[in-house]
C-alpha cells in the first residue's frame, strides 16, 4: 500500500509542477521579443533580438558569451538578477553571437498539401544563454543559407519557466520568435 501512495504522490506532485508552468504562460505582462532583420553586406544578413519584457530570457547558442563590466577597477561578466532570486551571466550587445541556433523554414506543395521544411542551424550541443530584459542582442546569418527560406526564428523561454532545479522542461514552454524573410533580404540596408 505505501508503494502505491508513493507513486500517487509523485504523479500529483509532477501534475502540480506541469499545472504552474501552464499558468504562468498566461501572464499578462509580457511584452514582446522581437526578431528584426536590422542590415547587411553582400555575404551576411544582420538579425537583432530584442527582449522588450519584463524577463530575462534564455536562447540557445554554442558557446558560451559574456556580456564584461568594470566593478571598482575589476573587470567581471555582467548578470541580471532573476525574479526566483537567483542570478544569471548575460550576453554582450556589442559583438555578433555567432553561434546562436536558429530554424529556416521552406513551404513547398507537393500535388496534395503544403509541407513545411525546417533546417536547424548551429551546433548539435548548446549552452543556455540569457538576454537581459530590456536589452537586445545581435547574429549574422550567411546569405547562402537564406537562398531558399522563408522564414528565419529563434527558440526562447522565460526565466519563470526554469523548474525548481533550474532547468527547463524540454518542450514544454518552448517559444519561437519568428521574423518572414520575403523581399526583406534582398531590399535590406547596407550595415554601417
Same mark, same amino acid.
Given at each position: @500500500?505505501?508503494?502505491?501512495?508513493?507513486?500517487?504522490?509523485?504523479?500529483? *506532485? !509532477?501534475?502540480?509542477?506541469? +499545472?504552474?508552468?501552464?499558468?504562468?504562460? #498566461?501572464?499578462?505582462?509580457?511584452?514582446?521579443?522581437?526578431?528584426?532583420?536590422?542590415? +547587411?553586406?553582400?555575404?551576411? *544578413?544582420?538579425?537583432?533580438? #530584442?527582449?522588450?519584457?519584463?524577463?530575462?530570457?534564455?536562447?540557445?547558442?554554442?558557446?558560451?558569451?559574456?556580456?564584461?563590466?568594470?566593478?571598482?577597477?575589476?573587470?567581471?561578466?555582467?548578470?541580471?538578477?532573476?525574479?526566483?532570486?537567483?542570478?544569471?551571466?548575460?550576453?554582450?550587445?556589442?559583438?555578433?553571437? =555567432?553561434?546562436?541556433?536558429?530554424?529556416?523554414?521552406?513551404?513547398?506543395?507537393?500535388?496534395?498539401?503544403?509541407?513545411? $521544411?525546417?533546417? @536547424?542551424?548551429?551546433?548539435? #550541443?548548446?549552452?543556455?544563454?540569457?538576454?537581459?530584459? =530590456?536589452?537586445?542582442?545581435?547574429?549574422?546569418?550567411?546569405?547562402?543559407?537564406?537562398?531558399?527560406?522563408?522564414?528565419? #526564428?529563434?527558440?526562447?523561454?522565460? $526565466?519563470? $519557466?526554469? =523548474?525548481? =532545479?533550474?532547468?527547463?522542461?524540454?518542450?514544454?514552454? $518552448?517559444?519561437?520568435?519568428?521574423?518572414? !524573410?520575403?523581399?526583406?533580404?534582398?531590399?535590406?540596408?547596407k550595415c554601417k
Open positions: @500500500m505505501k508503494k502505491l501512495e508513493s507513486i500517487t504522490l509523485v504523479a500529483v *506532485l !509532477l501534475v502540480f509542477d506541469l +499545472g504552474c508552468f501552464a499558468q504562468s504562460r #498566461s501572464d499578462t505582462r509580457l511584452s514582446k521579443l522581437d526578431l528584426n532583420l536590422e542590415c +547587411g553586406t553582400a555575404k551576411h *544578413l544582420k538579425f537583432r533580438i #530584442s527582449n522588450r519584457t519584463p524577463y530575462v530570457i534564455s536562447i540557445p547558442t554554442g558557446q558560451n558569451y559574456f556580456a564584461w563590466e568594470n566593478a571598482g577597477g575589476i573587470r567581471k561578466p555582467r548578470t541580471a538578477k532573476l525574479d526566483t532570486g537567483g542570478s544569471v551571466f548575460v550576453l554582450p550587445d556589442d559583438v555578433p553571437i =555567432n553561434s546562436i541556433l536558429y530554424f529556416l523554414e521552406r513551404r513547398h506543395r507537393n500535388p496534395s498539401r503544403f509541407i513545411v $521544411e525546417t533546417t @536547424m542551424v548551429g551546433s548539435d #550541443s548548446n549552452s543556455t544563454s540569457w538576454i537581459d530584459k =530590456n536589452s537586445s542582442i545581435f547574429f549574422l546569418v550567411n546569405r547562402a543559407n537564406l537562398s531558399t527560406a522563408e522564414r528565419i #526564428s529563434v527558440k526562447f523561454n522565460y $526565466e519563470w $519557466e526554469l =523548474n525548481s =532545479n533550474g532547468v527547463f522542461l524540454g518542450g514544454l514552454n $518552448e517559444h519561437l520568435a519568428e521574423f518572414a !524573410l520575403g523581399s526583406s533580404v534582398t531590399k535590406v540596408d
